[in-house]
């Protein structure tokens, strides 16, 4: 089934464009199902950029998907003008009453910052805290997934010499896993990163479970035991072209720190141009979570709150019991 947004997002058109599953309103109310829910945390700069790289991927399911885009309210982006952030996104203060399915959050370009310097950490924690109790699942990407880690188990984060970025092999260490299965063995990614999650500081918890990893570029997901959220550190999402015009915007603003990105290419020739290998594998990667949601979710949404509370204490005695 198809992506239920805002008939006049922008984004729609250049989905709708691609091919990709789009439905009204009124033809979503039509049909006798409950949409998944899923609110998506934009915190990236471009934000209709960023709806249609996360929408496209959300749509990869037989499942009606309903979308529902969050801002923050301590921080107004300067990238997008007021008015388009006032008729499409809302914050956690309009949706705090409100249960989701599922809670994406992207990226920021604030990775080097000390988490406690961004301007809306405490707003950030607030959201983390609110999904804890009123959506069953969450997956965090990139500098989002850094936050969580760090705001629910004190994982640090540590800058990078040079810039992590290219698209680098990952290798899958659980295929049983629900979220991995489909992938195969090895599978690439795009990576852009100024800072890094070491191994060693997720193996301290063992509520956390390493699903794949890179020689060159280290962690790539992480899943929570308990409840299924998942940390994904690389940008699956990414268009082919995403990497090369965040190669020539850093080459522009005169970066020394910042290299060609590894294993793409960045030339202008025609033989030159990035393609777009990875989608196969974001497409599979989201729908099994989609998929997965839907298994294990309650039809009420308001039974989220007892039934997420229930999975943490279950699987928390498991994990206690294994170590």
Known sequence: MPLKIPDNLPARAVL????????????????????????????????????VHLARLLSHSPLQVELTLLTTESYRPTNTSSDYMATFYQT????????FDGLVVTGAP??????EEVNYWPELCDIFDWADENVFRQFTICWGAQAALHHRFGVPKYALETKLFGVYEQRV???????????PEVFVAPVSRHTGTR????????????????????????????????????????????????????RFSGRSDVGEPYNYPVGDAGDQKPVNIWRPFAYLLFGNWINQLYQDVPFETAAIPHVRQQYLGNASRKVADAG
Do not use: W
């Open 16 to 51: 709708e464009e691609e091919g990709v599953g789009v439905i009204r309103n009124t033809d979503a109310l039509r049909q006798d199902v409950r949409p998944m829910r899923i609110a998506l945390l934009n915190l990236m700069p471009k934000k209709v950029e960023t709806e």
């Open 110 to 115: 604030v990775e080097e910052m000390p988490f």
């Open 199 to 250: 191994r060693a500081d997720v193996e301290q918890h063992p509520e956390l479970h390493i699903l794949a990893e890179s020689e060159g570029s280290g962690l790539c997901l992480v899943m929570d035991r308990r409840n299924g959220d998942v940390f994904m550190f690389n940008h699956l999402e990414y268009e082919a072209d995403t990497l090369r015009h965040e190669y020539l915007r850093d």
């Open 92 to 99: 956690l203060s309009t949706v705090q009453h409100e249960h």
């Open 173 to 183: 260490l659980d295929p049983r896993a629900q979220l991995t299965r489909g992938l």
